[in-house]
Every structure is written in C-alpha cells, then in structure tokens.
C-alpha cells in the first residue's frame, strides 16, 4: 500500500529555516518522480520542486535560490529545505509522486508552515 507522510512543518518567523520530509512507503522513490506541492487559504494547490533521478531537481520560480529538494533512498525519504522563508511560503505542504509520463498519483495528508512577519 503507497503511504506519504509529511512531517517537520510548523510556526517560524520571516528569514527563518524549516525542513520538511516525506517518508514514502510501497514504492521505491529511485524509479519515480516525488515532488512538493503547497496550498494556501483561497487558493489552488501549486507546485514547489520535485526530484527525480531521470529528470533532476525542478524548482518553481518563486523559490528558486530558497529551497533545496534532496532524498535519500536508503530511507526512502524525500527533503524540502526551505530557507529565508516569507509570510508568502505560508501553506500546507503536500508531497506526491508519479511514474514519468504519468499524472500524479498518491498524496499525503499535508504539514502546514506558518511564517510570521
């Protein structure tokens, strides 16, 4: 059974650091696509980074320079660090995953990150 499990969110002021994970389980993120979504009040789910070993790392502009997507695969375990963090990064963070040339399958429940001015 393919399981998510976001963790590591949480209340942090502007300029501040967190690390989120993404422990995955019933697949081996080596032979897929994982990736970071957020979504904030009134507003849709958009993506962050993902990884991929076929495809490299891929950042959405806004957190370009900010953000670092890592894994380790022994863990299975996918990582967003987020660094110099805005009151606009506030969101609940998601992570899913799909095989190349298909859409996105499973989603985890969210951690939500707080970023006080």
């Known amino acids: 059974q393919v399981q998510l499990v976001e963790s590591g969110g949480g209340l942090v002021q502007a300029g501040g650091s967190l690390r989120l994970s993404c422990a995955a389980s019933?697949?081996?993120?080596?032979?897929?696509?994982v990736a970071w979504f957020r979504q904030s009040p009134g507003k849709g789910r958009e993506f962050v980074a993902s990884?991929?070993?076929?495809?490299?790392?891929e950042y959405a502009d806004s957190v370009k320079g900010r953000f670092t997507i890592s894994d380790d695969t022994f863990k299975n375990t996918v990582y967003l660090q987020m660094s110099s963090l805005e009151p606009e990064d506030t969101a609940v963070y998601f992570c899913?995953?799909?095989?190349?040339?298909?859409?996105?399958?499973?989603w985890g429940r969210g951690t939500q990150v707080t970023v006080s001015a």
């Open positions: 990884i991929s070993i076929g495809n490299g790392n």
């Open positions: 019933g697949f081996n993120i080596r032979n897929q696509i």
């Open positions: 899913t995953h799909r095989r190349p040339g298909e859409g996105w399958a499973s």
